[in-house]
């Protein structure tokens, strides 16, 4: 397959930069890893009431929620890096080229799934000294849900840098969705204790979903009504996500 | 033909409405032909060269280019094309030979060819021991021929550059005209824009003049400066007084034209001077008068210009649709 082997060739050229300025994806990690020890100490107290009795440990809650915002705002942002792509003229030039309009894009994705799971990973090892435990199989699916999430943003942060073309029409717009989105989804705190009003708006979020379902995978419920929602949500988000990715790299590019 | 265009017209939506940035273009380029398309900023150039390289999509008109349908083939085109943009194509933190093979390579062609063409065409672009430097460290004229590395890697047989000179010093830019030259020896057909008069003068074979998405002249670089109305000739006196003299025997010349005197020279025009000057000066001779000195100017790019559209190609016209426009709508 051609398109596999482009995608291969665009993956294996922006796995070799990442690599080359390691800065930028530690710094990313530094951000969740803050989270675990600077907040996560403060909901020792609430533990029992936010679980619902099913644990005393903060990170077995907290943890779940951090793995997802790493894989939404670790991928959120790599538009930024397609724009200085694109001013140097290196989108230009891979478009004369013959390969196929997706490779160029999935690759790019795959590698920043490859960076947000082995920065996931790390972020899991951290938390194991904290007291995190979980069943294997919960952790993998886990880990799969974040790669799935992380495609989906980069795939939308790809569109949106390529339709924009322009950092200062990319920062503001990417802040304004990515607030909501993360006060809705539940991750710092789990929305069953707050208002029904405010657990009613968050049931729109399809991300609040998510991390229920990784909450659920994490207790080792993997069969569980909660974990089933998560996956079927972040299919339903790559799918749409990958298709106007798709969609914008075929008709941004003639 | 390399290049065979008719009817090209490509419009942008701006928030003023549309614009017509190339308004029915029809070119010919063939095999091995050196094709200048000049004009100022925003004349048109580099969009119609984007629609030819299927970076855009003509609103209308039809192409067909290496041999391929733009509009039906554009995979085609691109495997028959090397295109040379304004902007670069290597990333400033990316290594330079990287960068070159992973171009190659989404052209076919293998790891260990692309690696072994790539650095044989540093040395022919004389960017020798740059294979391991980091784009962002090359000089702006080796950061240019590395763009052109690029743009020759899968041995295209039809190359567009881009204004290849554009911010360049003027060493940077003499050297990059030699390798431009050179690359027609590769049996290449070469297609660039520029909006310098002397740079198509030196490299084109035959250039196209567009003004305002129109094709206005087009010929060879001497064809077009011949029409304009020949050589402007100027004759100093040594006598000022003998100047009436002397401008009856130039009213006498064939063909000579916008015959004027201005105290002690006199000047006029007329079709290959070169060739009437011994004549005339024997003529003048023959009548007893000295001169002080004679110049000959053949006419330039510039006088061709102004010609066929009224106005230098060094104003900037602000009625021009701007090229930078289409960035936002594309």
């Known amino acids: 397959m051609t398109v596999l082997r482009e995608t291969w060739i665009v993956f294996h050229r922006a796995m070799r930069l990442s690599l080359r300025n390691p800065m930028w994806s530690i710094l990313m990690l530094s951000q969740p890893l803050m989270y675990l020890f600077l907040f996560g100490p403060l909901l020792k107290p609430i533990t029992a009431q936010i679980s619902q009795g099913t644990t005393t440990n903060p990170y077995q809650v907290f943890i779940p929620g951090l793995i997802v915002q790493l894989g939404m705002f670790g991928a959120m942002f790599v538009g930024f890096g397609l724009i200085a792509e694109y001013r140097a003229g290196v989108i230009e030039a891979d478009r004369v080229t013959p390969a196929s309009r997706i490779a160029l894009m999935a690759g790019r994705v795959l590698r920043d799934v490859v960076v947000l799971v082995v920065q996931s990973i790390l972020l899991l090892v951290a938390a194991i000294p904290l007291g995190l435990r979980a069943p294997w199989g919960g952790v993998l699916l886990s880990l799969v849900i974040v790669a799935l999430l992380g495609a989906t943003f980069a795939s939308l942060s790809y569109s949106v840098a390529l339709i924009t073309k322009s950092e200062d029409a990319l920062a503001p717009l990417l802040n304004g969705i990515a607030m909501p989105l993360l006060l809705l989804s539940g991750i710092l705190l789990p929305m069953q204790i707050g208002p029904t009003w405010l657990q009613r708006l968050s049931d729109i979020s399809p991300l609040k979903h998510v991390v229920n379902g990784v909450r659920a995978l994490f207790r080792g419920d993997i069969g569980s009504s909660s974990s089933l929602w998560g996956l079927f949500w972040v299919v339903l988000l790559t799918v749409v996500g990958l298709a106007v990715g798709a969609r914008t790299f075929r008709k941004e590019s003639a | ?330």
């Open chain 2, 1 to 330: 033909m390399m290049i065979e265009a008719r009817g090209l017209v490509r419009t942008f939506k701006t928030k003023r409405g549309p614009v017509q940035a190339v308004q029915g273009v029809d070119l010919d380029v063939a095999d091995g032909e050196i094709v200048g398309f000049l004009g100022p900023n925003g004349a048109g150039k580099t969009t119609t060269m984007r629609m030819l390289a299927t970076l855009i999509k003509p609103t209308s008109g039809t192409a067909t280019v290496a041999g391929c349908d733009l509009a039906k083939d554009p995979v085609g085109v691109r495997r028959g094309i090397g295109y040379v943009p304004q902007s670069g194509s290597t990333l400033p933190e990316a290594v330079a030979g990287d960068e070159v093979v992973d171009h190659a390579r989404l052209y076919g062609v293998p790891k260990a060819k692309a690696a072994a063409d790539g650095q044989r065409l540093f040395d022919e672009l004389d960017l020798p021991g740059l294979w391991r430097r980091q784009c962002k460290t090359l000089s702006g004229g080796q950061r240019r021929r590395l763009d052109i590395v690029m743009g020759l890697i899968h041995d295209p047989k039809l190359i567009f550059l881009d204004e290849p000179t554009t911010g360049l010093d003027p060493q940077a830019r003499a050297n990059l005209w030699e390798h431009i030259r050179g690359l027609r020896e590769r049996g290449a057909t070469i297609f660039l824009t520029t909006h310098y008069l002397d740079e198509a003068d030196a490299l084109c074979d035959r250039i196209l003049v567009i003004d305002h998405g129109k094709i206005v002249a087009s010929g060879s670089p001497d064809n077009l400066k011949q029409q304009v109305s020949g050589d402007a000739i100027r004759l100093s006196l040594a006598d000022g007084t003998q100047a009436p003299s002397v401008m009856k025997i130039v009213q006498e010349l064939n063909g000579a034209v916008e015959v004027e005197t201005d105290d002690d020279v006199v000047g006029f025009r007329i079709q290959r001077g070169g060739s009437v000057l011994p004549g005339l000066l024997r003529s003048i001779d023959a009548q007893g008068i000295e001169l002080h000195g004679v110049e000959v100017h053949r006419p330039t790019l510039d006088d061709v210009f102004l010609t066929v559209t009224g106005r230098s190609l060094r104003d900037e016209d602000p009625t021009a649709p701007l090229e930078k426009k289409e960035e936002a709508v594309a």
